[in-house]
Structure formats: C-alpha cells, structure tokens
C-alpha cells in the first residue's frame, strides 16, 4: 500500500498519533512519561512549532500542532521519534521496533473543528476508562489548558475554549462526532467540513483519504 502524503503546510494545524509497535506498552512506569515531555521540550527548543494540545497514554500518544514552516514539523517529529527509541532501548536494554511505523498526521481546520480536536486528545484517558476525569490524567496538556502554573509546552490555540473545559472534555460524545474525527484518525484525512475538506484533499494529494471505501459502482 503507498504511503499517505504528509500534505504538510506552514501555518496549518496537525493531529499527529503513533503508537507501540504491535500495540505494545511504550510508557511503563511514571519515569517514562516524563522523559518523553522533557524530549517534547527539547524538540521544541530544536526545532519551534506550537502545541496546542498532547495526551501520552500507555501504548500511544496524541500532539496537535502547528508548524511556522511545513518542514519543522518533520523535523520536530523525526527528533523526538528517533530520540526517544534511543532512550528506551538505553533504558531497557532492548532493541527492535518500538513504534509501529512513522507517525500519522492529519490536518485541522481552524475553528470549532480544532476545538473538538483539542477535547479528544485531552479526553483520552477518560474514553479508556483509566481517569474519571481528564483533570485526573497527569501526561496530557489538560492540566496546563486549566492551570497557568503548568505551563511547560503548549501555546494558546487560535481558538476559544468553552467555559468550564474539564466538564466539556469529560462529557460523553455525540457518536456522528467521535465517529467523524474517528475516521479521521484511521485514515489520516483531513479533519473539517466538507468543503474545506474536500480542498485541501485535492491541494495536498489526499484524495484516497476522503474517498469511499470498496469498489466503486458501475
């Protein structure tokens, strides 16, 4: 099967997600997680993108982004991927794959679409059943979005959150929309309205992403 294209764009904000390889535990023990946010930190520093939300969970981990220029993202992610594969091999004296490949990405459109974005990843350990609230869930931008005395990594997204954003990331989802950004996230397509999605699908050669699956009728 060929590759996805990035459809990578400066100033455009990503959904980027990879997870362990064979859905494997990449986050054993608290050490772990915060060994990943101080290298998110470093790749920062290397190579500046704003962040607008994260969520690490035991096997996988969510960033939405937003890169100045279409290539600091790639290099960004290449760092930090590379770079924590070394650390764990370090640590654990293993070898092999620790992801299940490259990481995926998607596109967001800039509105109420990124807001709801932003309240999946944080709302992750809260969908898994790990957290009865996202405020609970340690690894995950939540407690730096609520709280101006955790600001470590994210950046104020171009976008409003609702009043009281804990109730609204740990509210129980309509099923059309987590189904909708759900097939975003399978199929790395661009996350918006039809319109708009149907746009950047053919300007970024992501048309295989938004199409129908199965044969087409005759």
């Known amino acids: 099967m060929p590759r996805i294209s990035r459809g990578l764009s400066a100033n455009s904000v990503y959904h980027i997600l990879n997870r362990g390889n064979g859905k494997q535990k990449i986050f054993h023990k608290e050490h772990d997680y915060k060994a990943f946010i101080d290298l998110m930190i470093y790749a920062k520093k290397r190579n500046p993108i704003k962040i607008f939300a994260y969520c690490l969970m035991p096997n996988h981990f969510h960033l939405i982004v937003m890169p100045k220029k279409s290539e600091e993202l790639s290099k960004f992610m290449q760092w930090l991927m590379t770079s924590h594969v070394r650390r764990y091999h370090n640590h654990y004296e293993t070898s092999g794959h620790v992801w299940q490949g490259r990481y995926k990405s998607f596109m967001i459109q800039k509105d109420n679409y990124l807001l709801t974005a932003i309240r999946y990843v944080e709302g992750n350990p809260v969908r898994a059943g790990l957290v009865r609230t996202a405020r609970d869930w340690v690894w995950s931008s939540h407690k730096e979005t609520i709280s101006d005395r955790y600001k470590l990594l994210i950046d104020n997204a171009p976008v409003e959150l ?36 149907k746009i950047n699908a053919e300007k970024y050669n992501l048309m295989s992403t938004i199409r129908s699956r199965g044969r087409p009728r005759k």
């Open 162 to 197: 609702v009043e009281n954003w804990t109730r609204y990331v740990d509210e129980t989802w309509v099923d059309h929309d987590l189904k909708k950004i759900r097939e975003s996230v399978n199929r790395q397509s661009p996350y918006g309205d039809k319109r708009w999605q």
